[in-house]
């Protein structure tokens, strides 16, 4: 089976710019979640999305947004990028609903955002 | 007090040893624990899961937790200097879907 993939794998972006990343979940998973790693802060939780619904939500401003779509593919827009949003963003998979005993997630390669 | 706290390392064991990496939890009513690899510049690779008190072993690897204690480690047997690297642990906080929080990780040197 084919892993997690992401696109772009890098991005040079400016201050003030949007920003669309892509992620294709393993096959037949349906969860998404998404996640911002820096080596400030380390890996910190974006938002999850589960049938094309946003399950579960961390502590990002609204400037950062995400969709899933029905083949469970997800995107993650990040609108009047700042300087501090330079970071891997990194897509994890899941095939099962979670919560509780929730299945393990597998993370794809990542996106290196850069905003100059 | 972070949610997830783990000791930043570095932990340095010679080759052959056995490396013990420990992470501690706040949330009690925590359900999933994940430890995590991470090589410099790489994504995150899982390691283990676990989810009840008590040890699992896959190889190598022995993921211990103890919830009573909001305690979780991670042996690793016979070390190898490919064994170099940061080690996360995760513990999901959602009762209803997925959502990790991440210790800081701990680094990890394999020495000769």
């Known amino acids: 089976k084919a892993g997690v993939t992401q696109t772009p794998r890098y991005l040079i972006k400016t201050r003030g710019q949007q920003v669309t990343l892509s992620c294709s979940p393993i096959s037949g998973h349906r969860s998404v979640s998404w996640y911002q790693q820096t080596p400030g802060q380390g890996l910190q939780f974006l938002f999850e999305?589960?049938?094309?619904?946003?399950?579960n939500k961390g502590n990002f401003p609204g400037r950062f947004s995400g969709r899933q779509f029905s083949n469970s593919r997800s995107e993650m827009n990040v609108s009047t990028l700042e300087l501090g949003d330079s970071a891997l963003y990194l897509c994890?998979?899941?095939?099962?609903?979670?919560?509780?005993?929730?299945?393990?997630?597998?993370f794809g390669p990542g996106t290196r955002l850069t905003v100059l | 007090q972070k949610e997830v706290e783990q000791n930043s390392g570095p932990l340095s064991v010679p080759e052959g040893a056995i490396a013990s990496l420990n992470c501690t939890y706040s949330?009690?009513?925590?359900?999933?624990f994940f430890w995590y690899r991470q090589y410099s510049g790489k994504s995150p690779e899982l390691i283990m899961s676990i989810y009840s008190n008590g040890d699992k072993e896959d190889g190598r690897f022995t993921a211990q937790l103890n919830k009573a204690s909001q305690y979780v480690s991670l042996l690793i047997r016979d070390s190898q200097p490919s064994d170099s690297a940061t080690y996360l642990c995760a513990v999901n906080l959602s009762q209803r879907g997925n959502k990790l929080t991440f210790g800081t990780g701990t680094q990890l040197k394999v020495e000769l």
């Open positions: 994890a998979s899941s095939p099962l609903a979670g919560g509780g005993r929730t299945d393990t997630q597998y």
């Open positions: 999305y589960f049938s094309e619904t946003q399950r």
């Open positions: 949330d009690r009513g925590s359900q999933s």
